[in-house]
């Protein structure tokens, strides 16, 4: 059974980093079947791709976040990360990560329970 | 950027009626890039539908969709009382991944 689940400080500086993980089970991040993907949702709004990852280090990010953005893998800990850096209010939001099938046409088949992060002082 | 814009912003019904939500596109989607997710209170999105008309594992035959070019329908037969929720659209034909901003599904 594949499970991810995010896990990060709840509580980030304005202007600081927003830095979170998202562990994976029963699958591995070093697979070339899946992208790697992380979204938001700001509270009581709706989803945003912030971006992915492949196996091979290859990403994509949302320009609308503006090179503020960093995904990547430790496929020694089975883990993604995600680095968002100049954080403001606007960044306050959960996060969630998800898997994404290369082949197929499915999309996002599998989500973690999402990790709350609000930025303030 | 394919900017998805659904309608209506929320549906009220009742247990047993049928839902039709829609979800239009700013540009052409490829039909194989078209999915459709249900996200409960407090709880991640799941998917439903992909390439627009296939149903996801599990997923029961009350759910279909529909749709080519830039308009698309989810459709639901029989609301039953788990059915309430909202509903986002997604397109992953094109970069950056675009999500409908929601239709909301409750109880009249």
């Known amino acids: 059974q594949v499970q991810l689940q995010e896990s990060g400080p709840g509580l980030v500086e304005p202007s600081g980093t927003l830095i979170l993980t998202c562990a994976v089970s029963g699958d591995s991040v070093s697979s070339r079947n899946w992208w790697w993907s992380w979204v938001r949702q700001p509270p009581g709004k709706g989803l945003e791709w912030v971006g992915e990852v492949y196996y091979d280090g290859r990403s994509n990010y949302n320009p609308s976040l503006r090179g503020r953005v960093t995904i990547s893998l430790d496929k020694s800990k089975n883990h993604l990360s995600l680095k968002l850096a100049s954080a403001t209010g606007a960044d306050t939001a959960v996060y969630y990560c998800?898997?994404?099938?290369?082949?197929?046409?499915?999309?996002?088949?599998?989500w973690g329970q999402g990790a709350p992060v609000t930025v303030s002082s | 950027e394919t900017v998805l814009t659904q309608s209506p912003g929320t549906l009220s019904l009742s247990p047993g009626e049928g839902a039709t939500l829609s979800c239009r596109a700013s540009?052409?989607?490829?039909?194989?890039?078209l999915a459709w997710y249900q996200q409960k209170p407090g709880q991640s999105p799941s998917l439903l539908i992909y390439a627009t008309s296939s149903r996801a594992t599990g997923i029961p035959d009350r759910f279909s969709g529909s749709g080519s070019g830039t308009d698309f329908t989810l459709t639901i037969t029989r609301l039953e009382p788990e059915d309430f929720a909202v509903y986002y659209c997604?397109?992953?034909?094109?970069?950056?991944?675009?999500f409908g901003q929601g239709t909301k599904v409750e109880i009249k």
């Open positions: 997604l397109q992953y034909a094109t970069l950056p991944k675009t």
């Open positions: 540009q052409s989607v490829s039909s194989s890039y």
């Open positions: 998800a898997r994404d099938p290369i082949a197929g046409r499915e999309t996002f088949d599998y």
